[in-house]
């Protein structure tokens, strides 16, 4: 797939890209390199740039991609604090508008990643109100895919070439029908505990994975017509377009672990 990836060069973007490099796929890289002068570590893989603001982002920027995966924005709470309206504006008006030209520029994945670090107890002066109310984090990873084109199909053989998985139903164009639409949201969130004066920490997780439990399909019936050899007769399918199978329903889980 040929996958844009927004805030490339950041803590999450410079991991994902070699991921996505290794298993395949094209990578372009969207960035305002705001911290151009401040990378570490090794380099990321070289893939095209399009260094912009997220929010001077247009429709024509986004052409020919199969996938967005959004990461860019403002990352934290004393950065966003300088100036509240300005985080708005980036992390959420934008990222509204950039989901919008992706589905009028025909893209047909967005996966948009989130972190919120819920750590506002650790100023309190109180220590048992800071004990209480620090250390949480929520994660959402959201996914919206639109439905992949597919070309209605015949059962059987009637080009008598012996495959019968790639008789397409005659006079019908190639494509001109569309498979079921794919949208899931997972979530985590974690709960850091100090043990033995910070040294060790306890680390208290759930995970929801599909949290709405949608019912996103995975498999459909192509084949129109079933066809008949001897007859020679196409025989319509009432079955044609029917859902067959499933993702993974709602999927809970616990964990701990420690880490020292």
């Known amino acids: 797939m040929h996958v844009l990836v927004t805030g490339h060069l950041g803590y999450l973007g410079s991991v994902l890209v070699p991921m996505l490099l290794e298993n ?3 990578v372009v890289g969207l960035d305002s390199n ?3 002068a401040c990378a570490f570590g090794d380099p990321i893989p070289t893939v095209p740039v399009r260094q912009l603001d997220l929010r001077d982002v247009e ?3 986004l052409g020919g991609l199969d996938a967005i995966v959004h990461l860019a924005g403002l990352s934290n709470d004393p950065l966003g604090d300088l100036n509240p309206a300005l985080t708005q504006e ?4 934008a990222s509204v508008r950039l989901a919008r030209l992706a589905k009028a520029a025909g893209v047909h994945r967005f996966v948009f990643s989130s972190v919120w670090d819920i750590n506002y107890g650790k100023s309190l002066q109180n220590a048992v109100a800071r004990a209480l109310l620090r250390g949480y984090q929520l994660s959402i990873i959201s996914t919206v895919q639109s439905g992949r084109p597919l ?3 015949v059962g059987g053989d009637p080009n008598g070439d012996t495959n019968t998985a790639t008789d397409r139903t005659p006079y019908v164009g190639r494509n001109t029908y569309a498979g079921p639409n794919f949208a ?3 979530v985590r969130f974690t709960r850091d505990i100090p043990l033995y004066r910070d040294r060790a920490v306890l680390r208290l997780m759930f995970e929801a994975f599909n949290v709405t439990n949608r019912a996103n399909f995975n498999a459909i019936t192509t084949a129109q017509y079933n ?3 001897a007859t ?5 399918n009432a079955a044609f377009l029917a859902r067959t199978s499933t993702f993974d329903p709602r999927i809970l889980q616990l964990a701990a672990k420690i880490t020292f």
């Not at 020679?232 to 319509?236: A, E, I, K, L, Y």
């Open 227 to 229: 066809f008949t050899a």
């Open 232 to 236: 020679r007769v196409f025989t319509p």
């Open 59 to 61: 429709v024509t920027d």
């Open 90 to 93: 980036i992390n959420h008006a």
């Open 184 to 186: 899931s949201a997972d």
């Open 151 to 153: 070309a209605a199909t």
């Open 34 to 36: 705001l911290y151009a």
């Open 24 to 26: 395949g796929h094209s």
